[in-house]
Structure formats: C-alpha cells, structure tokens
T-cell receptor
C-alpha cells in the first residue's frame, strides 16, 4: 500500500490558519490524495481530495506539490471544532478501494 | 439526503454470543466498506462489498467474521462467538461508485464482557 507520513501532533490557536503537511514520496500517477478527519467518538469525516491541482471547498484547501510527493491541508481559520485527528490517505484508483489509515496528525486548537 | 446509518450505536455482548452490526448506505450508493478501530489505534479495512457480492475481504479475520450486502436491506457484519478482543468501534462507509469518495457512518461500539 502506498504510504504517507504525517507529524504525530500539531497545535494552533483559534482563528489562525493551520497547515497540515503530508509526505507521500512513493505516490504513483493515478493515486488520489484524500484527507479525512476524525473527531472524538465519531466516524471519519471526508474533508477534501485532489489529484494534481490545488483544490478548495467549504471546509479546507488542498495544496499539492508540483512533483506530487507532498501535500498540505490548509484550514484557513481554525475553530475549536476543528480539533481532531487528520488523516492523509492515498487512494489507488486501479487497485483495491480500501482506505489505509496511518496514525494521522492530532490537531489541538487553543482558545 | 441522509448520511450513512449504522445501528445499533452501542452493543454489549457476553463472550460466546453473536453480534450483528447493520449499515444502511447513503441513498444511491451501492458500494459498502467495513472498518474496525481498536482502542487507541487507527482504522483498519475489513471488507468491501457491492450489492450481493464481496469484492475484497482481505482484512477480515479468517474465522467467526462474515459480511453480506443483500439486494434489499442493509449490509450486515456478523461476528460469531465474540471474544474480548473483538471489542472495538466498527465503522461502515459507502460510495456511489467503485473509485469514489467514501462517506462514513457514526460507528457501532461493541463491548464484549
């Protein structure tokens, strides 16, 4: 399974931007980059995904490096409700459709 | 459009009993995935089903676990003769097509006494 590397934890302050990095140096041309987050005692929540171009939606932005070996999830203005574990996952379009969850980044938001 | 629904949300069983976990996918979704999250661990894929077919069961334990997604009704994850190590949160996800984004339900928290 294609692997991703994320910092174990990050901390930020409320109403400030947060940049969550992810390295995926073994990514292949057809792998999609997906981000999910999991709030305490809840199921994973889809955040955003992309292939090559940067993506924006109402929750976040995804910046993908030109060589696709890394990406950054951007929360433009963090709130306390954004405190969660964030997972960066590669979805292999041609292979099995299972999501392979790593340890993710535990994001703490300070009021 | 209702999201993925799972029931029960909490299930308590004694060792040796059977556990049945149900998952109703989002409307229009015909692909269902089951994942398990052991305490303090990440989610692990168990099985991927499309209506009436098991597509990938590479993450299912070899014994006591089975899954189905009948033509009518919810997908069922069945655990026979539960043991304490089966205590975990079981999450179901669904997608409209094979390569689409998966949307997760709230999970069933199984406790085996």
């Amino acid at each position: 399974d294609a692997k991703t590397t994320q910092p174990n934890s990050m901390e930020s302050n409320e109403e400030e931007p947060v940049h969550l990095p992810c390295n995926h140096s073994t990514i292949s041309g057809t792998d999609y980059i997906h981000w999910y987050r999991q709030l305490p005692s809840q199921g994973p929540e889809y955040v955003i995904h992309g292939l090559t171009s940067n993506v924006n939606n109402r929750m976040a932005s995804l910046a993908i490096a030109e060589d696709r070996k890394s990406s950054t999830l951007i929360l433009h203005r963090a709130t306390l409700r954004d405190a969660a574990v964030y997972y960066c996952i590669l979805l292999i379009i041609q292979g099995a459709q299972k999501l392979v969850f790593g340890q993710g980044t535990r994001l703490t938001i300070n009021p | 459009n209702a999201g993925v629904m799972q029931n029960p949300r909490h299930l308590v069983r004694r060792r040796g009993q059977e556990a049945r976990l149900r998952c109703s996918p989002m409307k229009g979704h015909s692909h269902v995935y089951w994942y398990r999250q052991l305490p303090e661990e990440g989610l692990k894929f168990m099985v991927y089903l499309q209506k009436e077919n098991i597509i990938d069961e590479s993450g299912m334990p070899k014994e006591r676990f089975s899954a189905e997604f009948p033509k009518e009704g919810p997908s069922i994850l069945r655990i026979q003769q539960v043991v304490r190590g089966d205590s975990a949160a079981y999450f179901c996800a669904s997608s409209p097509n094979r390569a689409d984004t998966q949307y997760f339900g709230p999970g069933t928290r199984l406790t085996v006494l």
